[in-house]
C-alpha cells in the first residue's frame, strides 16, 4: 500500500517547522504530494487540479499557527477543502406535491442499482413511507426476478406486469408501458413512492441513453439517483457527465463502501454534476445503507483511518459486558488469567483480520505505522495462540504458574507448535498481567487517560 | 486457444451447436475498435500530453507523469516508467513527442507482455475454470460468453451455478446455459456452494466433459469469511479432481480505479487467481489498473468483455490495449 498523504506531508514539512508561514516555494512540493494522493485516491485529475488550485489559495500567507505544525496545517486546510467539496447537504428528498413521489435509479453496469432500490426501499418504508418498486430492466437475465426476490425479502410492494416475446426483442416501448403500468398501480394502491429499477448502461451507448431521456419525461421523476461503484476510477467523470447531461440527475449514492476503495471517485462526481451524493451502500443486506457524511471518505482519503467503520463494527459484534469485565480485572491487582485472554482474542477475529483492523487506524498519533505494518501481519498467528490456550487444561489456563517443562511439551504437542512459542506466549502473558496490573495501580490516573483516549477516538465517529 | 489435448473427445451427449454469430472481423481489429470507440479525448489524456511534447523535460515528464496515473495505472508502475524514460533522457536524450511515446508504448507493452504465460492444460477432462471478483464486475456474463466461445470451439461445456447467494443468480445464469445451449448444474438460492461445485464436479467427471466453468458469487476481498468461502471451494475441486480448478479468473471491471491492485492481490492469496478477464471494455473506460497489475503482481489478461451479447468477448490482446490507453 502507498504511504499515506498525512505521512507524505508529514515528510515533506519535516524541514518546516520553524518558519512562520506557508509560502509559494514551500508549499509547492507539499501540494504535488496532495495532488498524487488524491489521484491514487481515485479522484479525477482535472477535479483534482480544482481542488489544489483553491488549497494553494487558502494556504499561501496563512500563518503557521503555533499549536499546529505546517504539515497538520496543511491537512487540515486539505480536510476542510475536501469536505467543502462533498458538501454537507445529506440525504434530503424531493417529494411530488402529488402522490407518488418517483425515483429513478440510473447508472452503468454492476454498480448496485437493484439492491441499491431494495435499500431505499426499505429505508422509506422505516420512515414511515408506503414505496413501490418496478424493475423496467428488459435487457439484462433475470434482473427483474432479482429485484422480485429483493422485494419480497423486505415485504415491499413490486409492481411485476407482464412482458410478451411475441413480436421479437424486448424494448424501449415495454419498458415505458411497465413504468406507466406501475405508476397508476401506485397510485391505486396508495403506494406514495414509486422507485423505478432501470437497466444497467454506458454513457456512451446512444439508444439506451436515449430511453433514459423518454422514461424522465414520461415519469417526471422527483429525484434521479446516479448509482455508482465506489471502486471506480478515472471513468467516474466520464460516466457521471455522461448522465448528468443528459437527465441532469439529483444526487448519487455510492455503493460498496464496505471495501477499502478510498472512495475517491465521490469528489469527482460531485464537482462534475453539482449533486449531492446522498447515501453509501455498505453491504449486501438490505438495511447496509445509510445517509452520506463527507468525514468517512475524506478520512480515507487522508489515510486517517476509518475509526467511524471500526466503532461501528465493534459495537455492533463485541460483547460490550465482557469487555468491561476483562478491563475491570486486568486492572485490579488480580492481572488476567489466559482463559479471560482467549477470550479477548475470540472477541478480537470477530471485527475481522487483524489486517482489515489494522487498515482502519489513523495512520498518525498513537497508531502511527500500523497501516503499513498490517501487510506484513500473519494472520495465522491467532489462530495458533488460540490453539495454544486451547491445549491447556483449565487449571492451567487459571494459574499459568504451574505450567513447568513437561507441561508445555504437552500443549506444544497439543498445539501442534514448537515449545518455543508456548514459551514465548506464556512470556508476553506475564509481561501485559504486569503491565495491566501497574497502570491499575496508578491511582486511576492512567486508567483515566486511556479512557479520555478513547473518547477522542469517538470523535472521528459522527 | 488450444486445448487440443483433449478438445474433440467424444462425450456421451452431442449438445445442439451453439449460436453461431456473424465473426466478420479479426479479432485483433475487434479488439482495438471496442477500447478506441467514442473516447473523450480529456485535456490530460497521454496523447495530448506527448503531443504537446517538444522538448522532452523534466517538466513535459511531470505531465505525463499525472497523465499516466490519470488512466488508472497507478503510482507504482508509473514511477517506474517516469524513471526509465528520466533516464534514458539524461544517457542518450529523447528527441521529441513522437520519441517519447514509442518508448512509451515499448515500456507498456513490455509489461504486459513479461507476464504472459502459456495455459497449462490438465492431460485428461474436465479443465475447470472457476471465475471470481468483486461484486458487479460480470462474473455471469462472462461464464455465459465463455460457455458458448468454448463449445464454438469445439469443446464440450458444463456450466455450475456456484452464487448460491444474490437474487436470481442462479436464473440469470440459466439464461445464459441456455443462450449458449449448455448444460447447468445448480441447486436451490441459499444452498451450499461448494456442494453445488461438488455435484457438478461429478458430473463433469462422469461425462467427461472438456470444460467446466463455475461462477461464484460476487464478494469483497475485504470480507475474510467469504475469502475462506472460496479457498473451500478451491479444496472440494482439488480433493474430486487432482489439480482443479485449473484457471481462476478474476473478473474486473474496466472503470475500476486503484482498488483493482488490492482486489488483485488478496483474490491471488486467497484464490490462486492465475489470469484476469478484463470486461466493459466497451465503455469509456480504458482499464489502465490492468498495467499495475501485471507490473506488481504477474498476473497475465486473458479475455476481454466488450459488450452484453453472447459473442462480446475476445482473447485479449497487448498491443491494440496499449495502443487505445495511449491514442
Ligand atoms: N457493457 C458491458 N456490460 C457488461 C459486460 N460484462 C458484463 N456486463 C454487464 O454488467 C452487469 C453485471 O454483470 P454480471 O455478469 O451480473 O456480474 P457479476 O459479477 O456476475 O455480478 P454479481 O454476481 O452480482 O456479483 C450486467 O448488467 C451485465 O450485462 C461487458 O463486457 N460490457
Ligand atoms: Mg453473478
New interface residues.
Partial sequence: MFETLSEKLQRSFKTLRGQGTLTDENINDALREIRVALIESDVNLDVAKDIIDKIRDKALGSQVATALSPAEQIVKIVRDELIATLGTDTAKFKFASQPPTIILMAGLQGSGKTTTSGKLAQWLKKGGHRPMLVSVDVYRPAAREQLRVVAQSIGAKIYEGELTTENGQLGTPDVLRLAKEARREATNSACNILIVDTAGRLGIDEALMAEMAELKKLLNPSEILFVADAMTGQDAVNSAKAFNDRLAITGSVLTKMDGDARGGAALSIRQITGQPVKFLGTGEKPDAFEPFHPDRIVSRILGMGDIATLLERAEEKLDKSKAHAFATKALSGDGFSLEDFREQLRQIKKLGSMQSIMKMLPSVGPFAGMQQAANSVDEKQLGRTEAIINSMTMKERLNSAIINGSRRKRIALGAGVQVSEVNNLLKQHAQMSKMFKTMGAGGGKMQQRLMSQLGGMQKFGR | MAFSIFGKRNTPETPEPAEQPEQPRGLFDRMKQAVT??R?S???SISSVVALTREVDDASLDDLE??L????I???TTQQIITSLRDRALRQGISDGAELKSLLKAELLRILNSVEMPIKHPSAPPEVIMMVG?????KTTTSGKLAAQYRREGHTVLLCAADT?????I??L???ADRSGVDLIKTK?GGDPSAALYDALAAAKARSTGILLVDTAGR?????DLMKELDKMRRTAEKLIPGAPHQTLLVI????????L??ARIFTEAAHVTGIVLT?L?????G??VVAIAHELGLPVRYAGVG?KLEDIIPFDPASFVDSLID
Fill in positions: 470507440r467514442t473523450e480529456l485535456s490530460n499525472l497523465a496515473l490519470a488512466s488508472d497507478g503510482s507504482a468483486v461484486n458487479g464486475a460480470g447467494f444474490r437474487a436470481a443468480a436464473e440469470q440459466q439464461v445464459w438460492q469483497l476481498h475485504t470480507k475474510s471491471d474496466a472503470t475500476t480505479g486503484q482498488n483493482g488490492q482486489q466493459k466497451d465503455g469509456s473506460a480504458k489502465g489498473i452484453e
